[in-house]
């Protein structure tokens, strides 16, 4: 059984559009994360989340890009206006003190 | 600031060959952890091992092995006689404890192509 589940795991939507990935992890842990991957490129880190608020984010993570944990147990990641650049593969991840577990991934097309 | 270099952009062996793929760090943290994930053509990230910064000594499972030198800040990762599922993008990453929890820092990995 997987650490961490995404869902979907590819979605397409128009330019301009919000979208919202979703994560659910398989244990409690309290530190949560997102990181994002364009085509080709290495993995980067958006923003953590701990104890249900922003702990970190990167300068990547502005202000179209929100996350929530809203009844305690999904995680998500909501992009409010899409553009092309939004095209990415979203990785949610949970850590401990010292394993980082990934989920499978949510491949997003912004076209 | 957290840095990972992967030098090696893509390699190209031929089955059965020995690979090493490099990986050389930078750090002022005294703790910290190494990871190697791969990411085969399906694009999700594979866990494959994680040392901490205490323990330098090298590590053996089944083909792969890991060669851990903190004078040299580098963690190496060795396929031996390799196979065509191997072929995948491998990516070294460090922890960043740098505003809590468990940031990972990732190199811009190396595409390893194993062919018959």
């Known amino acids: 059984e997987p650490e961490v589940t995404q869902t979907p795991s590819h979605q397409v939507t128009q330019m301009g559009q919000e979208v919202i990935l979703r994560c659910v992890p398989i244990s409690n842990h309290l530190y949560f994360y997102w990181y994002r991957q364009i085509l080709g490129q290495k993995v980067e880190f958006l923003v953590s989340?701990?104890?249900?608020?922003?702990?970190?984010k990167s300068e990547i993570f502005d202000d179209q890009f929100s996350v929530e944990r809203p009844d305690g147990s999904n995680f998500t990641l909501k992009i409010r206006s899409t553009k092309l650049e939004d095209s990415a593969m979203y990785f949610c991840a949970r850590s401990g003190n010292t394993e980082a577990f990934f989920g499978q991934g949510t491949r997003l097309t912004v076209v | 600031a957290q840095k990972v270099t992967q030098a090696q952009t893509e390699i190209s062996v031929v089955e059965k060959e020995d690979v090493t793929l490099d990986c050389v760090y930078e750090?002022?943290?005294?703790?910290?952890?190494l990871f190697w994930y791969k990411q085969p053509p399906s694009g999700e990230l594979v866990f494959l091992i994680r040392r901490n910064s205490f323990d330098e000594q090298n590590e053996i499972s089944g083909r792969y092995s890991w060669n851990f030198q903190k004078s040299t800040s580098s963690f190496n990762f060795t396929i031996t006689a390799s196979q065509v599922v191997d072929s995948a993008v491998y990516f070294c990453?460090?922890?960043?404890?740098?505003?809590?929890?468990?940031?990972?820092?990732f190199g811009t990995g190396t595409q390893l192509k194993v062919e018959l």
């Open positions: 990453a460090l922890s960043d404890f740098t505003g809590g929890g468990n940031k990972l820092t």
């Open positions: 989340f701990y104890n249900n608020e922003i702990s970190e």
């Open positions: 750090t002022r943290d005294t703790t910290y952890y």
